[in-house]
């Protein structure tokens, strides 16, 4: 099925990414973690209903919800979940976002100057770049990162549901509709009221580049390192002082730098350093932990541990605690029972004109917190590449023609 997508997706887009919603994992206590998410939701909702789009809610925690009711002879077919989240990452600067398009003509895409240099990125850094040349793009203007992760999922999540207003002859089964707040801080799907949003599967748009089908994930834990030292004038220091700054070098390189994330790819799992903070008499470090497979994950975890035991063995007391906060599990072991659910897709993707790209997650989405809460729900691209930077961009042609394959996917539920 054709359809004229590209003006109402792109001025979509446009629209939202302009909305400050980063989150913030300094207030992952409460949700959203920033009350500015509720700035989109609240204009979703708002469009939502203008589109006729009913039982329309934005919850306490900013998640909107809505229902489409399905085409004619489809009203019996289970309702199928759409779902993309709202928040934009902290990694970096989120407010402010000035989108832009560039005509690409090859070589380094500039997206913008800053303090009088370019900002840009090669394609021996990206080098889907060599496949994009004569392609319009969406970038920010360098200070920013853009938001299509996953402001272009919701954009084309919208964008399907005005073309479903305009033409409700378009087959498809009735519909769920929701966009979560903090995905990037871990705990975005929480909170959704799955009884009323009543959906039997859903689809999480908040992928990468078009054709991407992810329904395998990492399984995740964060970790929080400890270290307690013991403060003394350095003049005085010999066999007395226990530098904490000092235990945190020795930890990270007890860890084997083969498992950094620099260093691994497919299905390759990592323990990442985030962050550090330290003096003498107190350090942390905060890692986050990640792997496809259990079995791997759990050792991993176990080497951590290890790696504590081993120093404090060695202090002769235990100066070094390690924490772990379990994050998700990898989605496989529930949506690779429902393989219809892959199936469609690739049929939805092809029948636009896309050769789907079945690709393990390297991180993972709502839908890994969904589908262990019983609903089943793979990811699918949105076109955007370079996500989490200031030289994140989408080109237009993906986001129209992510609309094109939901307009196949849903068909084929209906």
Known sequence: MQTNTGTDV???????????????????????STPCQFDLANLLADELR??????????DHAYVTAHIPASSGAEDAPRLGLIAHLDT??????????????????????????????????????????????????CTDGTTLLGADDKAGVAEIMSLVALLAADPSIPHPPLGICF???????????????????????????????????????????A??????????????????VNAANLLVDYQGLLPAAQRPEHTAGYEGFMHLMSVSGTVTHATARYIVRDHDAAKFERKLELMRAAADFLNTRLGEERVHVEFKRE????????????????????????????????????????????????????LSTGAYCCHGVNEFIPVSSLEKMVEVLVELVGRFA
């Open 328 to 379: 998700y599990r990898n989605m496989a072991e529930v949506v690779g029972d429902h393989p219809e659910l892959i199936e469609r897709a690739e049929q939805a993707f092809s029948a636009a004109g896309v050769v789907p790209k079945v690709i393990p997650i390297r991180g993972g989405t709502d839908g890994a917190q969904l589908s262990f809460r019983g609903l089943p729900c793979p990811n």
């Open 10 to 32: 792109l001025e979509r887009f446009f629209r939202y990414v302009q909305v400050n919603t980063e989150s913030s994992d300094e207030h992952a206590d409460r949700v959203p």
């Open 89 to 138: 990452t902290e990694a970096a600067p989120g407010a402010g976002v000035r989108p832009h398009i560039v005509s690409y003509a090859g070589g380094d895409l500039v997206c913008g100057e800053v303090d009088g240099r370019p900002v840009s990125i090669s394609p021996e850094k990206e080098p889907a770049l060599d496949e994009l040349v004569g392609e319009d793009l969406v």
């Open 224 to 241: 929080t390192v400890s270290f307690e030292g013991f403060s003394i004038h350095p003049g005085d220091a010999k066999d007395r002082m």
């Open 50 to 59: 203008e589109l006729g789009a009913r039982d329309v809610s934005v919850s």
């Open 180 to 222: 979560c707040p903090d995905e990037e801080i871990g705990h975005g799907a929480a909170l959704l009221d799955l009884a009323s949003f009543g959906c039997a599967y859903a689809y999480t748009v908040d992928g990468g580049p078009v054709g991407e089908l992810e329904w395998e994930c990492f399984n995740a834990a964060e």
